[in-house]
């Protein structure tokens, strides 16, 4: 279940809104130039090919606004591996890099096919806390300070849109305000708790 959060960013602990609701959080974000999203396209087989997955998506992928530019869309597939110790620590390098706020120098478009992560989107003295699973959509605008972490025992599967042929780089603004945020599963703890 998608779950969004918006706390102070000065203040990790306080929550200023909490909802679970799908409509409730497609509309809250449109402050930040940003879009959340609910995006059912069928179900897609968990093993499904790249080819069938971007397929799935097809209509979706043409109906986004891409404000002129050339749409290119991508899979990428994290498939929990537990027992290859080496996925393991790659895997926890990328969450641990990414888990510091960075930018771009274009959109960040992902389609959530099966299961998710979580997205802290930081915008108007606020951090918005998404944690993404099936169905989502999430874009954040170019330059968005953002970051992001797929957790301890990550397994998805997405579609990234991209709209530029160019690379995708993130730029880390080297402010460490995400070291206060907590880690996806404690987001998740304390939500469970709340209700
Ligand atoms: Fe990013």
Known sequence: MTLLRVTPEADPTRTLL???????????????????????VGRVDRDASDAALVAAYSAEIEAFDSDGRDRRAET??????????????????????YFNE???SEDEIWFFADGGAC?????????HILVATDGNLLSLPAGTRHWF??????DFRAVRLYLTSEGFDGEFTADKIADGFPHVEDVVREDARAV
């Not at 909490?18 to 059912?40: H, K, S, V």
């Not at 997205?119 to 951090?127: H, L, W």
Request: hydrophobic share 30%; aromatic share 6%.
């Open 18 to 40: 909490r909802t679970r609701d799908d409509r409730q959080i497609a509309e809250i974000p449109a402050p930040l130039g940003a879009c959340f999203g609910n995006r059912e």
């Open 76 to 97: 990428v597939t994290v498939r929990l591996d537990e027992t290859n110790q080496e996925w393991v620590e790659d895997v926890q390098d990328s969450r641990r890099t």
């Open 102 to 104: 960075h930018t771009h």
């Open 119 to 127: 997205f802290y989107i930081r915008a108007e003295g606020k951090v």
């Open 149 to 154: 972490d797929m957790g301890l025992r990550p």
